[in-house]
C-alpha cells in the first residue's frame, strides 16, 4: 500500500506557507492504520539492537508509539507537553519554527541503560525529536532507532537529528 497517497495536504495550514500533512486518513480506516504500523515495524526490525521501550513524543507520536510498542511486545513511555505529568519530571526547551516549546517525561521513567526506540508522526525541523533524545539521555537512556512516518527533507530536522539515524516511511521535501 502506497501510504503516501493517504496523506492528505493542506496548503496554508496553520500559517501562510506551511504545506501541512495531515496523517489523520492514516487513523481512520483500520486497514490503512494497521499498514502503517506494519511498515514502521519493518522499517525498524533492522536496527542493531532491539529496543525495550518507545518513546513518542504527545501528541501525533503517541498515535503510531503506541500501536508499535503493542506490536513490538515492549513498553510504551510518553514525552508530555509541559504540566502534564503528575510525578517528579525532566524538562527539556526547544525551538519551533516560531518561538519555544517543551516537553517533559517523568523523571524514573527510563532507567539508566534502557535501550529507547523513538516514534514520532513528522520530522520537520528535527527540534521535537532532539528534545525527546535529550530527555532520553538526560535519564541515561541510550537512543537505539528514531523513526517517523513522514520526513520532510528540505528543512533541517536530519541534519540536527543526523546523530541518532532517523528514518522515515515517507518524505516531502517540506
Ligand atoms: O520537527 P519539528 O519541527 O519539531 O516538528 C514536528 C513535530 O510537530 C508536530 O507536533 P506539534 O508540536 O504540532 O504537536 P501535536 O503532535 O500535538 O499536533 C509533529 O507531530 C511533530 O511532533
Ligand atoms: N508541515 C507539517 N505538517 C504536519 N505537521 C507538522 N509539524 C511541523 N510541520 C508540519
Redesign the pocket.
Known sequence: MDLKEKVRIIDGFPFAGISFKDITPLLSDPDVYMETVNQLEKLVQNLDEKPDIIVA?????FFFGIPLAFKMGIGFVPAR?PGKLPCEVVSQE?T??YGT?AIEMHKDAVGPGTKVLII??????????LATAQLVEKMGGRIVGMAAVIELTD?G?HEKLKKYNPIALISYPC
Do not use: F, Q, V, W
Open positions: 513524543p504527545e501528541s501525533r507520536g507537553k526547544y519551533l519554527e516549546n514520532d508522526d513528522l520530522i520537520a525541523t528535527g527540534g521535537t525529536l528543512i530536522g
